[in-house]
């Protein structure tokens, strides 16, 4: 079955520090691997993509990985801020464009 | 750039009644997509648009749930008659075309309530 597990299904971190989201796909054939940002009452935004042969990607304070031989992705936010707050979706592309996603890591920053 | 507009943003109707949501994709997007976002979930695929041709709409409750993009830009979804387990988040998102890797943009999204 062509699915997307995230974990932990919700964290609560202090500003400034970091913290590691994971995602594990089993979709077949892959084609490459997303993260969306949803902030609460919002549309998804796309923050990296990634194909296997990328190992890492980075945007800003955002920074992904991919081990397509494990089929697992992470995400890592460094110096977190309260507007990281958000749900963050893995999302694995598979076969004729067809897209998983997982149901999300819940991201609660506090001051 | 203007993103993908959707309108109503929120919608509340009695069980029975029927709704449509609106997309406009971003300019020049062959390919559309609605999704269906049940609260603590991922989005779920309702079906996808290749210009106005359906490319897939194998999750999409035909019996209730009808869409359409006759002239390959905006597109309307319709639910007719709405069941309480459709109160959920619907989103638009659009695409250059349906290649891998194309970033997929998506809208605000349209929130049904079914009381």
């Known amino acids: 079955k062509n699915q997307v597990e995230q974990s932990p299904q919700s964290l609560i971190i202090l500003e400034g520090k970091n913290c590691t989201l994971q995602c594990n796909y089993t979709v077949s054939p892959f084609s490459n691997l997303r993260w969306y940002k949803q902030d609460t009452g919002r549309g998804p935004v796309s923050l990296t993509i990634m194909t296997f042969s990328e190992n890492t990607k980075s945007n800003g304070r955002y920074t992904a990985t991919l081990d397509a031989d494990t089929k697992q992705s992470s995400l890592h936010i460094t110096a977190s801020q309260l507007s990281d707050s958000a749900s963050y979706i893995c999302?694995?592309?598979?076969?004729?464009?067809?897209?998983?996603f997982g149901k999300g890591n819940q991201v609660v920053v506090i001051p | 750039e203007a993103g993908v507009a959707q309108s109503p943003r929120y919608k509340i109707i009695e069980k029975r009644q029927s709704v449509a949501f609106w997309c406009n994709p971003i300019s020049g997007h062959a390919t559309l997509y609605w999704y269906q976002q049940i609260l603590g979930q991922g989005p779920k695929l309702l079906i996808q648009f290749q210009n106005n041709g359906v490319v897939d709409d194998s999750q999409l409750p035909k019996d209730r749930f009808s869409a359409e993009r006759l002239k390959g830009v905006d597109s309307t979804l319709k639910i007719q008659p709405a069941k309480l387990e459709d109160s959920a988040v619907y989103l638009c998102?659009?695409?250059?075309?349906?290649?891998?890797?194309?970033?997929?943009?998506f809208g605000e999204g349209s929130w049904l309530t079914v009381v």
């Open positions: 999302v694995a592309q598979y076969g004729n464009n067809r897209l998983a």
């Open positions: 998102a659009s695409s250059l075309r349906t290649v891998s890797g194309n970033t997929i943009y």
